[in-house]
């Protein structure tokens, strides 16, 4: 089964820390990353640039609508992704639980599937 780790984090966290405390953080992430990839776990992982480098995409009346970053009415940004191939849900959290960021952010355990319930 596939499962996302999300990371969930406050806006403005990233641009609160020292450039060490950042590098620092980064390279948790790296080595946890790395951990998944030892235990045959990790299939894709990326960091993500803060959302004032997004662009929303809507579809409207036949007409694409955007709306550049940042996201003004959101709290939280998706700062990163792991996607983990596990045997269950509970292999999930229990990866999710060693996630450094769990400590500074939210880490979102969601199962992949279709988007329509059977």
């Known amino acids: 089964m596939a499962y996302l780790l999300l990371i969930v984090e406050p806006r403005g966290q990233?641009?609160?820390?020292?450039?060490?405390?950042?590098r620092q953080a980064y390279a948790q992430m790296v080595a946890f990353g790395e951990s998944l990839k030892e235990r045959g776990l990790l299939t894709a992982s990326h960091s993500l640039l803060p959302d004032a480098h997004g662009v929303r995409v809507q579809q409207r009346e036949g007409k694409s609508v955007l709306k550049d970053g940042p996201f003004a009415e959101a709290k939280e940004m998706v700062g990163g992704f792991f996607l983990l191939g596990c045997t269950s849900?509970?292999?999930a959290i229990a990866a999710?639980?060693?996630?450094?960021?769990?400590?500074?952010?939210?880490?979102?355990v969601r199962e992949t599937g279709p988007?329509?319930?059977?």
Do not use: N
């Open 89 to 91: 849900r509970d292999a």
């Open 14 to 22: 990233r641009e609160a820390r020292t450039a060490d405390e950042g």
């Open 96 to 108: 999710a639980a060693e996630c450094p960021a769990a400590a500074w952010a939210t880490v979102e």
């Open 115 to 118: 988007c329509f319930v059977s």
